[in-house]
């Protein structure tokens, strides 16, 4: 009797052991790799992809700019899925140049949407919404101008007529060696080459009332947000804007780039809500 009673014993401290451990942690929802960004949100480097390698960005291309007729998957070179990839490395090298964290790699803490607006002739724009206990902010950052352009050089070309003679020939030459060489041109020349760096000055951060974050949640839920794919690419447009909608929550982080979207496009009017918030409200739209 005494050694049934003692198998019983161990077998109830057995299964109270086993059905009363802790139960297995749940995935994260966020790949947490430091190769990427450290959990601060701190990029790697200048090179560093701030977006996450989905279905239409195999992760070799996110870590590499190289150009190829097949994809790291031997698939056959797919326009659209490359104009993403270049959109989303240049988008990643403005964000840089913002000082922005990375909001896809590790969850910072805080509800956080971003919306980064990259036009093609006007300075690029940056505003960050985060949900904070003691009542939301909406902050508004500015470039000079957008990051890691090509540097202007003056044209080499020297343009005469067919019938030129040498010696006129000689002096368009000359001309045009005096002309670059101006002070003038030398310092236009100088200003145009100057990096990017954030406009501190026009820097605001705003209050943002339960209203408003309520009405812009509803907006994006209109939109179905959630359920955007993550890029749609235009290759064929030569100029407009990159819209680029960042979602960090607690639960996950989902993103959504358009170029130029349709002005009753509901993404858009999510965007544009934020905007009319901002102290870039102002600014040129397209």
């Given amino acids: ?43 790697r480097d200048s090179t560093t992809f701030y977006f996450p390698a989905a279905t239409w960005l195999d992760a070799e291309y996110a870590l590499k ?21 270049l959109s989303m490395k240049a988008a990643s090298e403005n964000l840089y ?34 949900h904070r206990p003691d009542g939301s902010i909406l902050r508004t950052q500015l470039l000079t101008k957008w990051a890691i ?10 343009f005469a007529l067919p019938n030129s003679t040498p010696t006129q020939l000689e002096k368009l030459r000359a001309e045009h060696k005096a002309q670059q060489q101006d002070p003038e041109i030398q310092h236009q020349l100088a200003e145009k080459n100057q990096p990017a760096v954030q406009v501190i000055a026009q820097e605001t951060t705003v209050a943002v009332t339960l209203e408003q974050e309520q009405h812009f949640h509803t907006l994006l839920q209109d939109s179905h947000f959630q359920l955007l794919p993550a890029c749609q690419s235009s290759p064929d447009m030569l100029d407009g804007a990159y819209w680029v909608l960042e979602s960090h929550q607690a639960s996950g982080y989902h993103m ?14 999510a965007c544009e809500y934020l905007l009319d918030l901002s102290s870039a409200r102002n600014e040129e739209r397209h």
């Fill in 1 to 43: 009797m005494q050694r049934f009673y003692s198998a019983l014993l161990t077998g109830l401290i057995g299964l109270c052991l086993g059905g009363c451990s802790a139960p297995a942690s749940p995935t994260p929802a966020y790949p947490q790799n430091p190769a990427i960004s450290d959990a601060q949100g701190r990029p």
């Fill in 65 to 85: 700019d190289r150009s190829s007729k097949l994809s790291v998957d031997n698939q056959p070179f797919d326009e659209h899925r490359e104009t993403c990839r």
């Fill in 97 to 130: 140049c913002f000082g922005a964290p990375v909001l896809s790699n590790y969850y910072l803490g805080t509800d956080t949407y971003r919306f980064l607006w990259l036009r093609s002739f006007q300075r690029p724009v940056l505003l960050t919404l985060q």
């Fill in 149 to 158: 352009l090509p540097k202007t050089k003056l044209s080499e070309i020297i």
């Fill in 256 to 269: 959504v780039f358009r170029y130029s979207p349709d002005e009753a496009d509901g993404f858009r009017k």
